[in-house]
């Protein structure tokens, strides 16, 4: 059962360029949500897409977008890149809607470390 | 707004013994689910344990066990007979329950060392 994955792992960027980062949801899933992690921080939430569409929205500006294919894998593009930026970015994926309550739990892939010199 | 509060930014514990993390939040929903990750130094979020908040018994997964008080809120994971690999960030999170509150919302993390 393969597991969430996400690519590149690393990435490294001047300020001003924009970044694609992918994910690919855990075999099964239709919901992929992204975070970010700053350097000893927990992570924050971004925003969340089902069914090709983004369901809920953290604080984030719109610099940061994002898009989910018919496949369920999903990109987190970010545009005119700042110093603050460089972050450990987190794909997690889970069901949406469920009756089995165990199915929304989020399992996570092993994130892409953007550095923005 | 929900909140999740980790106050111990570090914790140390001998191999084979017990350690407890806390966590407390804050949140005027009644049905909510309650997780602790764990992130090793691979950075890989690993699910260790859930909580659903309409359950009164504890969640247990092997040597990781949690101790809900919903009244309180608190949520502190109690791990037995310490391994060496059991060393990394521990993280708290709180999710409110139903597809449309789909963020997990996190404390900021405890760092577990695991002493030989």
């Known amino acids: 059962d393969a597991g969430v994955t996400q690519s590149p792992t690393h990435l490294i960027k001047t300020r001003g360029q924009q970044v694609t980062l992918r994910c690919s949801p855990k075999s099964g899933h239709d919901t992929v949500s992204w975070y970010q992690q700053a350097l000893g921080q927990g992570p924050q939430f971004i925003f969340q897409y089902y069914e090709e569409e983004e369901r809920q929205r953290g604080n984030f500006p719109d610099r940061f977008s994002g898009h989910q294919f018919p496949n369920y894998s999903s990109e987190l593009n970010v545009n005119a890149l700042l110093l603050g930026d460089s972050a450990l970015y987190l794909c997690?994926?889970?069901?949406?809607?469920?009756?089995?309550?165990?199915?929304?739990?989020?399992?996570f892939g092993p994130g892409t470390r953007l550095l923005v010199l | 707004a929900q909140t999740v509060t980790q106050s111990q930014p570090e914790m140390s514990v001998q191999e084979a013994e017990t350690v407890t993390l806390s966590c407390t939040y804050d949140t005027s929903e009644s049905d909510y689910y309650l997780f602790w990750y764990k992130q090793p130094p691979s950075r890989q979020m690993i699910l260790v344990i859930r909580?659903?908040?309409?359950?009164?018994q504890n969640a247990t997964e092997n040597r990781f066990s949690v101790n809900f008080q919903k009244a309180a809120k608190s949520f502190s994971l109690k791990i037995s007979d310490s391994q060496l690999g059991d060393a990394a960030m521990y993280f708290c999170?709180?999710?409110?329950?139903?597809?449309?509150?789909?963020?997990?919302?996190f404390g900021k993390g405890t760092k577990l060392s695991v002493k030989p």
């Open positions: 997690a994926s889970s069901f949406y809607l469920s009756t089995a309550r165990a199915r929304e739990t989020q399992y």
């Open positions: 909580q659903e908040a309409y359950k009164q």
């Open positions: 999170a709180y999710k409110g329950y139903g597809g449309s509150q789909g963020n997990l919302i």
